[in-house]
C-alpha cells in the first residue's frame, strides 16, 4: 500500500524541477512530503503586503486630521508620527515573543484563548473576522483613490471601480490561486524599492537646496477654532489615524508554520525586517509630505486657492509627493501610483487567505462550523469568500469608497486583537516564572507545541519577555481607549455593534456541537439489539439503474427481498409488470397504490404496518443513486430520490442503501484538478494531489461480458 | 390502512367549518378529497387581477402616446380605443374556443405545442417567462405610480419603493400564501367597485352640464412635427400601448382545474365576464379623461404652463381622473388610489403563482427541471421566486421604475403567445374537421383530456370556433408586428434578446434528458452478476450513532463484517480501541493508517484491495447519518460524511447504507405546518396536510429498555 501512495502524492510538483529554481536556490528537502516552505525572501512579500501597504494611507490620515486645525498644527507631525513610529517598534518587539511562545500559527486568538480564557479569544476572533471586511474595504478604497489620482477621469466611478476590484478578488479566489508564487512577491518589492528611490531623491533634492515642492503647497487651510480640550482631542485622533500604520503587523505571527526551518528565527527575522521597513517608509513619506508642504484637507473645499475643490478629486499625499519628486507626468509618477495600487490590492488578497485560515482554527475549537477546518470542502470555502466580498461591497458602497470615513472604522479591530494578545502573552509569561520558581507547584502550564527551535528559556530571557509584553499590552491598551473615544462617534460604533454579533454566533456554535457531543455519548441506558433483516428494492421503472440496485441487493443476501414500486401512473406500473417478467427476475414485485400521487407515503405507510408485524427488524431500502459530473446536472436529478431519502430516514428502523450510477458526464470528476486553497501557503500546507488517475479497478476481474458501472 | 389515509388528509380544514362560511354559501362537496374548487366569485377576482388591473395603465399610454402629436390628435383617441375594445372581444372570443379544447391548464403553451410542434411551444414558454417577470415589473411600477400620485412626496423614493413591494412579495410566496383566501377577492371588487362609481359619476356629472375639469386641462402639450408616415406611425404606437389592456386574459385558460364544476362552463363564463367588466372600465377611463382634458406627457416638461414639471411627479391619468371627478382631497380620491395600487400589487403576485405553474408543466414536458413538477419541493420552488424577484428588481432598477419605458418591453411576450396560441387553435379545429370528413384517415387526433363537460361538437359549431380563432390569430399576428416595429428600438430588444436564451436553456434540459433517458435503458448486452457480500460499518469516535449503525449492519447479516477506522489523531485511535473492548464488541475492528489526515483515501484504497483478491462482490459500507430539524443545523453536521460518501459512491461494487440518527432538535420537522404552495388554487389542488402526528411506532413492540433512535 505505501507504493500506491508514494506513486499519488509523491511526485514532486514540477515547478520545483524547473531550470529557473536556480535563481532563487534549490528547493529545500520537504518535510514528509509536506510541500514547499517559504524561504524569507517570499515569505516578506506575502505577508508584508499588509502592513506595507498601509504606509501608503497612514500619513495622508494622520497630516489631514492635523490640518483641520490649521496649517500651524503641522508642526506636531513629526511629534505624532514618531508617537506611531514608537508604537509600532514596541508591537513589532511584542510579536517577536509571541512567535516564539506560540509558533503554531493561531496568533494573537490562541494566545487569549489559551491565556485568557475562551471568552477573551472569542473577543478577539470577532475583532479579527471584523478586520479582514475592513482590510479589504479600506486597501481597495486607498488602492481605487491612488488610481484616480493619477487618471482623475476616474473619478465619478469610485464606487464602482472599488466594488468591482472586490469582485474581481473574489473571482479569483474562488477559482483558486497560489499566493506563494513570485508574482506576489514582485510588486511588494517594486512598491519597497520605489518609494524607497523617491524618499531619497527628494531628501537628496532637499540637501542639495532644491527641495519638492507638491502642487497643493500655496493653499491654505481653514483652520476649526479649538479649545485647549479640542487641540488634545485633535492630536490625540490624529495619532489614532496614524496607527492604521500597524494593521497586519500580526500577520507573521499567523504564518510561523509556513516558514522555514528554523521556523521561529526565520519568522522573527521577517518581522524585524519588515517593521524596519514599515518604519522607514513611513518616516521618509510623512517627512516628504512636510518638506514638500502637501496641504491634504478632510474637506477638499476647506482648502483655501483650490478652485477645482468640487469638480476635481484630491489628489492621494503619495501621489502629491511622487509628482513634487518626479513630475507629475514623469514615467516615476506613474510607477508610485501603480505598484501603490497594486501592493494595497494584494493587501486585499492577503484577508481572502487569512478569512478561511482563521476559520479553520475556529473550526478546530467548534467555534465554527467543522466543516470549515477540513481542507478541501470547497462549497464552504467558497461561502466565505462570497461573505467576505459582499461585506466589502456593501460597506464599500454604504460610505462610497471615501478612504477617510472608512479609516474610521478599521483599527478598532486591530488594536482589540493587538492588545488581548499582548495581556495573554504577559499572563503566559507569568505563568513561567511561577513553573520556574515551583516547578512541581499547581500552576498549571498551557501545552505550547514542540517546535524546532524551541529551546528553554533563561530567566533573565523570560523577564525581559515579559517586560516587553507589558509594556505592548500597556500601550496597546492605551491606543485601543484613545482610538475608541476619537472614532466612535465617526462610524467605530458599528463595529461595537458587529463584533458582539460575532461572538454570540460562535458561543451558539460552540454551545450547540457541546450539546450534540453530549446526546451522542455512549451511555449504559441506551441499547441496541434489532433483529430480522428484510430488504425493499424501490423500483420506479425498469432501467439499469434498478436493476444494478436489485442486483446488489441479490447479492447481500438479505433475510427475505422484495421489490415494491409505488404506482402513480396505471400505464406506467402495467409496463412495469411487463418488463419485470420480460427481465425473468425473480424477486417478488409489491405494487402499493398511491391514491395522492406521493411516493413517499405509501411506502413509508408499508414499512411501518411491516415492522408493527414483524418487531424491531431493520428494513434495507434500496435506491439508485445517481453520480453526475457537473454540478448542475445535480439540478436535473436526484430530487424525488432526496425527498424521499429524507423522509424514510425518520422512519424507525430503515436504512437507506444508497447504489451509485455513474453517469456518462460523471468521467469528468476524475479529470478534475486539484486548486489551491486560500491561506494554504501561509500555512505552509501543499496542494493535496487529488490523484490523476480514474479510480477504477483492473478489467479482468469481473465475470460476465460488459458490467453495469 | 385506508382507514390511516383517512386520518391523514380526510379531515376538512378548519376554515371550511367556521360559520362565517354561510356568507359565500356552504363548501362545495369535494371530489374524491381534492381539496376546494374554486366558485366563481372566488375565480374571478383570483384571475382578474391580472387583466382588470391592466386598465390602471392602458388608458393612460394610449392618450400619452397620441399627445405627443399635439392636442389635436387626442380626437384620434375614440377610434384607437376602440379598436384595442375589437381585439379585446377577439381575444376573449378565441380564450372561449380555447378553454373548450384545452381544459387541462396548458394554457397557450400546450396549444401551441401540440398543434405546431416543440418549437412553437417552446417559443410560447420563454415569451411567457419573459411575461411574468415584466408582469411584475409593469404592475409594481404602476402601483407605485398610484401612489406617488396620491402622496407627491414619496417621489425620490420610487425606485426603492418598487423595489420594496417585489421583495415583499417574493417574502411573502416564500412564507406560502394562499390565493384563494377571501383577502385577496376583496381588493379586485373594490377596484372595479371604485372605479366604476367614479366612471357613474363623471358622466353623469357630464349630462348634468357639469363636466370634471382635470387639474392639467389648462396645460397645453408642445406637439412634435411630423409626417404623413410619422402620423400613422405614431397612431400605431398608441395602439400598441393601448394594447396592453390584454395584458393577462389569458389566465384564465392556465386555470381551468381551479374551476368548480362544469368546469368548462364556468371558466368561460367567468372569462365573458372578466372580458366584459374590462371593456367597460377601459372605456369608461378614456372616456372620462377624454372628458375631463386630462393632458398627459411622455416627457413632462413637454407640458406648456406646468411650472413645477421637473420637481413634482406628474399625477397618473387614474388619479387626475379621480381628482376631477371627486376633488383631489376627498376620500373618494385616495379610496381610489389606494385600490389601483393594492390590485396593481395582486396582479404582481399572479405572477409570483403562474411562474411555478407554468414551470409544472414544462417539467412534465422534461424542458425543466423533474423537480419543478413535483409538487412540495420548497426549495426549488424557492428558487423560482427568488430568480423572478430578482429579475424584477434589476429591471425596476435599471429602468428607474418609468412605467413608460417599461409598457415597451411588456406586451412583446403576451402577443408572441396570443398569436402561436390562436394559430395552434387554427390547426386544432382544421384537424378536427378533416377527422370528422375521414373518421378512419390519416389524420391524427391529439390526446385530449376528458373533462366532465365536454361533448361532441356539431360541425358548425367547429367551423365557427375555426373562424373565431383564425380572425383571432391574424389580429394578434398583425398588433405583434405592429408592437414590434413600434417598440424594438424602445427597448424592446431585450425581449428578443432574453427569449432565444431561454429557448435553447430548455431545448439543451430537453436533450439532455432524452441522451440520460437512453443511457440508462435498459439493453441486453449489460449485464449484472455480482457475487459476495461483504460489510464495513466507518468508526469515528465511540458514540451512540456509531453503536447504532454496528448494531443495523449485524441485524443484516452479511457474509462479512468488519468495523473500520481511519486513523488520524494517534490518542483517538487509541481510545476508540480501549471503547472496543469496555462496549464489548465482537466485530472486528480495523485500524487503517492516514499519514495524510485524510479520511476517504485510505478506505477507498482498502475497498479497491480487497476487491482485487475477492471479485466482484459487493462491499456496503454503514455510515450513521445526521437527521436534524432546521436547516442551519446542516451548516454544522454532515459535511466529512457527505464528502466520504461522494468519493465513496465513486469505487466499484460499493453501496453506501445511511443509518439515520434523529437529533432532538428533529422532533422539529414533525411540528411542520404545510404551507401552500402558490400557483396551487389556480390549479385546483389541495394542500396536501403534512401529517401532524409524529410518525413514530407505537412502544410496545422493541425489546430492550430505552431504545437508540
Redesign the interface.
Given at each position: 500500500?505505501s507504493s500506491?501512495?508514494t506513486n499519488e502524492?509523491g511526485e514532486p510538483p514540477a515547478e520545483l524541477k524547473s531550470p529557473k529554481h536556480w535563481i532563487i536556490g534549490d528547493p529545500l528537502p520537504t518535510e514528509?512530503l509536506e510541500g514547499q516552505l517559504l524561504p524569507k525572501h517570499l515569505a516578506l512579500p506575502i505577508f508584508a503586503s499588509d502592513p506595507l501597504s498601509s504606509v501608503a494611507y497612514a500619513p495622508q490620515e494622520l497630516l489631514m486630521i492635523l490640518m483641520v486645525g490649521g496649517l500651524a498644527f503641522l508642526s506636531f507631525a513629526p511629534w505624532v508620527a514618531l508617537a506611531v513610529i514608537v508604537l509600532l517598534v514596541t508591537v513589532v518587539a511584542s510579536y517577536r515573543q509571541l512567535i516564539r511562545a506560540y509558533p503554531s500559527g493561531g496568533g494573537d486568538y490562541e494566545v487569549a484563548h489559551r491565556n485568557l480564557g475562551e471568552k477573551a479569544g472569542l473577543v478577539v476572533a470577532s475583532a479579527l473576522l471584523v478586520d479582514y471586511v475592513m482590510t479589504v474595504v479600506v486597501s481597495v478604497a486607498s488602492g481605487v483613490d491612488n488610481i484616480i489620482s493619477a487618471i482623475p477621469e476616474l473619478n465619478p466611478f469610485r464606487v464602482e471601480i472599488a466594488v468591482l476590484f472586490v469582485i474581481i478578488l473574489a473571482a479569483v479566489n474562488l477559482r483558486g490561486v497560489s499566493e506563494s508564487s513570485k508574482a506576489f512577491a514582485v510588486p511588494t518589492y517594486l512598491f519597497i524599492g520605489s518609494v524607497f528611490v523617491m524618499v531619497v531623491v527628494g531628501l537628496t533634492r532637499t540637501v542639495m537646496g532644491d527641495p519638492p515642492v507638491a502642487e497643493s503647497a500655496t493653499y491654505g487651510v481653514e483652520p476649526e477654532s479649538l479649545t485647549q480640550a479640542g487641540i488634545i482631542l485633535l492630536l490625540l485622533r490624529s495619532f489614532a489615524s496614524g496607527c492604521s500604520a500597524l494593521t497586519g503587523v500580526e500577520a507573521i505571527s499567523n504564518g510561523v508554520p509556513a516558514f522555514r526551518r528554523p521556523k521561529v528565527r526565520n519568522a522573527q527575522r521577517t518581522l524585524v525586517l519588515m517593521g524596519g521597513i514599515a518604519i522607514i517608509l513611513f518616516a521618509g513619506l510623512t517627512a516628504m509630505a512636510l518638506i514638500s508642504q502637501v496641504h491634504y484637507a478632510e474637506v477638499p473645499c476647506h482648502l483655501i486657492g483650490w478652485a477645482e475643490c468640487d469638480t476635481e478629486p484630491q489628489p492621494s499625499l503619495m501621489a502629491q509627493v511622487a509628482a513634487a519628486t518626479f513630475g507629475g507626468s514623469s514615467i516615476f509618477f506613474y510607477v508610485i501610483q501603480a505598484t501603490t495600487a497594486l501592493v494595497l490590492l494584494l493587501a486585499a488578497n492577503t484577508a481572502f487567505n487569512g478569512f478561511p485560515l482563521l476559520g479553520s482554527v475556529l473550526a478546530r475549537d467548534s467555534y465554527a462550523?467543522?466543516?470549515l477546518s477540513?481542507r478541501g470542502?470547497r462549497l464552504?470555502y467558497s461561502n466565505g469568500v462570497v461573505i467576505l466580498a459582499l461585506a466589502a461591497s456593501v460597506i464599500l458602497v454604504v460610505f462610497q469608497a471615501n478612504l477617510t470615513v472608512l479609516i474610521q472604522l478599521y483599527i478598532i479591530g486591530v488594536f482589540v486583537s493587538f492588545t488581548l494578545g499582548q495581556t495573554g502573552m504577559v499572563r503566559h509569561w507569568l505563568r513561567e516564572l511561577s513553573l520556574r520558581r515551583h516547578p512541581a507547584g499547581t500552576a498549571k502550564r498551557p501545552p505550547t507545541r514542540p517546535d524546532d527551535d524551541a529551546r528553554p528559556l533563561s530567566q533573565g530571557a523570560i523577564l525581559r519577555a515579559l517586560v516587553i509584553n507589558a509594556v505592548g499590552a500597556g500601550m496597546t491598551a492605551v491606543v485601543l481607549l484613545v482610538v475608541t473615544i476619537t472614532k466612535f462617534t465617526h462610524g467605530a460604533w458599528i463595529v461595537f455593534v458587529m463584533m458582539p454579533i460575532l461572538f454570540f454566533l460562535m458561543m451558539g456554535?460552540n454551545r450547540?456541537?457541546r450539546d450534540?457531543e453530549k446526546?451522542?455519548?455512549?451511555?449504559p441506558?441506551?441499547?441496541?439489539?434489532?433483529?430480522?433483516?428484510h430488504a425493499i428494492v424501490l423500483v420506479g421503472r425498469?432501467?439499469?439503474?434498478t436493476?444494478?440496485a436489485?442486483?446488489?441487493a441479490?447479492?447481500?443476501?438479505?433475510?427475505s427481498l422484495e421489490a415494491v414500486h409505488v404506482s402513480i401512473d396505471e400505464a406506467a406500473t402495467k409496463k412495469l409488470k411487463k418488463?419485470w417478467v420480460k427481465?425473468n427476475i425473480h424477486v417478488k414485485l409489491r405494487i402499493l397504490s398511491s391514491?395522492?400521487r406521493?411516493l413517499s407515503h405509501p411506502l413509508?405507510?408499508y414499512i411501518?404496518?411491516r415492522?408493527?408485524e414483524h418487531?424491531?427488524?431493520?428494513v434495507?431500502v434500496?435506491m439508485p443513486?445517481y453520480?453526475v459530473g457537473h454540478w448542475w446536472?445535480n439540478?436535473?436529478?436526484n430530487?424525488?430520490a432526496r425527498?424521499i431519502?429524507q423522509k424514510l430516514?425518520?422512519?424507525?428502523g430503515?436504512?437507506?442503501?444508497?447504489?451509485?450510477?455513474?453517469?456518462?458526464s460523471?468521467d469528468l470528476?476524475y479529470g478534475r484538478r486539484s486548486r489551491p486553497l486560500p491561506g494554504q501557503d501561509r500555512r505552509g500546507e501543499p496542494v493535496?494531489a487529488v490523484p490523476r488517475r480514474p479510480?477504477?479497478?483492473?478489467q479482468g476481474?469481473?465475470?460476465?461480458?460488459?458490467?453495469?458501472?
Open positions: 500500500m500506491a501512495v502524492v514528509h462550523p467543522k466543516s477540513t470542502d464552504i456554535v450547540y456541537y450534540v446526546e451522542i455519548e455512549v451511555d441506558t441506551t441499547t441496541f439489539g434489532a433483529t430480522g433483516d425498469m432501467q439499469k439503474p436493476l444494478k436489485l442486483d446488489y441479490i447479492a447481500a443476501r438479505h433475510d418488463d427481465q391514491p395522492y406521493d413509508i405507510q411501518k404496518n415492522r408493527q418487531g424491531s427488524e431493520v434495507t434500496y443513486q453520480i446536472e439540478l436535473l436529478h430530487h424525488k425527498r431519502r430516514l425518520l422512519v424507525h430503515v436504512t437507506v442503501a444508497l447504489v451509485p450510477w455513474l453517469l456518462d460523471s470528476i493535496r479510480i477504477t479497478e483492473p476481474t469481473g465475470a460476465g461480458p460488459k458490467r453495469g458501472r
